[in-house]
């Protein structure tokens, strides 16, 4: 099977500048999740979805991160403006099931903002 | 008293040794514990999981313990080789949340 994709790979912008992430889930994985993941440490949750809605955007700096996931499928995840300390890795996971099966990750987005 | 292993950031071994890799958990109503392995570059990947019904389950050349008294999970790597070396995550899911909660990694190195 396909495993989770993410683009781009690498981002560098400069702080106030806003920047997108996209993520494709496995295919028929109802649930997606989007982490950051700070050099050095393990990755915490952002937001997570189930199907198209969202049911744990706790942890989200909603001042300045928004993710939508239309149609169920695709999802972006936005920051605007970036700061300085949003410099880290954005892994998109995806499972089949909600907190009972394990986590398939993409390889992530580099974000550096200077 | 039994002992419990420290978590340790980084860990060392000669390939062909056996591994252990420690973890605490914080929430004694998780009831599903995952393991997985990230290399550098890449998102972190699925190893074995297990679940709180269970103390011990074995995968290929790994096997996870449970210690939920002392809320206490190992991953135990046999005969280590050195495409083993990554950073090491556990994760612990409380029932209902439906997200996975990651401790601290611990960095492997396999030594020739």
């Known amino acids: 099977e396909a495993g989770v994709a993410q683009s781009p790979r690498y981002k560098i912008i400069e702080k106030r500048q806003s920047v997108a992430f996209w993520c494709n889930p496995i295919s028929g994985h109802a649930t997606l999740y989007w982490y950051q993941q700070i050099l050095g440490q393990g990755p915490k949750l952002l937001i997570q979805?189930?199907?198209?809605?969202?049911v744990d955007d706790s942890q989200l700096p909603k001042d300045r991160f928004s993710a939508e996931r239309l149609k169920g499928v695709d999802s972006t995840l936005k920051i605007q403006p970036a700061k300085l300390e949003d410099s880290a890795v954005y892994l998109c996971?995806?499972?089949w099931g909600r907190g009972n099966s394990p986590l398939h990750f993409g390889n992530g987005t580099r974000l550096t903002v200077t | 008293g039994e002992s419990v292993g420290l978590h340790l950031p980084t860990l060392s071994v000669q390939e062909g040794d056996n591994s252990i890799i420690n973890c605490a958990y914080s929430n004694s109503a998780s009831d599903y514990f995952i393991w997985y392995k990230q290399e550098s570059g890449k998102g972190p990947q699925f190893i074995i999981d297990?679940?709180?019904?269970?103390d011990k389950r074995q995968g290929q050349r790994v096997t996870v313990l449970l210690n939920k008294t002392v809320k206490h999970l190992s991953l135990q790597i046999a005969a280590t080789q050195p495409g083993d070396s990554a950073v090491y995550f556990c994760a612990e899911n409380i029932p209902n949340a439906g997200k996975s909660t990651f401790g601290d990694g611990t960095t492997l190195t396999v030594k020739p």
């Open positions: 297990i679940r709180s019904n269970m």
């Open positions: 996971a995806s499972s």
């Open positions: 979805f189930q199907n198209n809605g969202v």
